[in-house]
Nanobody, 126 residues
């Protein structure tokens, strides 16, 4: 499956952005989807994951209550709504696809994901 992330940009602290990740070439509704980010000089960080049907989701503590992951299987798209953005949220954001069902393994490690989007840059100014 090919993934194309979009929606990044420059936003002031306290603002919001909605990232999109469009999938093609695969059966999107069979995939567990995730969002990660990587800031300069730091390791890739798990943010959120959502099950195939959208019934289950999991968030990193750093974004819980501020970010929301959801998906539209008819449009083969996963979203990340980001509110109350902080300068420390500045990073390149990546979407990723995991073919394993929700209950079969952990979906927080980056190694669980076999397909990755190209990343979209989010810059939060203070």
């Amino acid at each position: 499956v090919q993934l194309q992330a979009s929606g990044g940009g420059l936003v002031q602290a306290g603002g919001s952005l909605r990232l999109s990740c469009a999938a093609s070439g695969g059966h999107f509704s069979t995939l567990t989807m995730g969002w990660f980010r990587q800031a300069p000089g730091k390791e890739r960080e798990f943010l959120a994951t959502i099950s195939r049907g959208g019934s289950y989701s999991l968030y990193a503590d750093s974004v819980k209550g501020r970010f929301t992951i959801d998906r539209d299987n008819r449009e083969s798209t996963v979203y990340l709504q980001m509110n109350s953005l902080k300068p420390e949220d500045t990073a390149v954001y990546y979407c990723a696809a995991d073919p394993a069902p929700w209950s079969t393994r952990e979906h927080t490690p980056a190694s669980s994901y076999s397909s990755w989007g190209q990343g979209t840059l989010v810059t939060v100014s203070s």
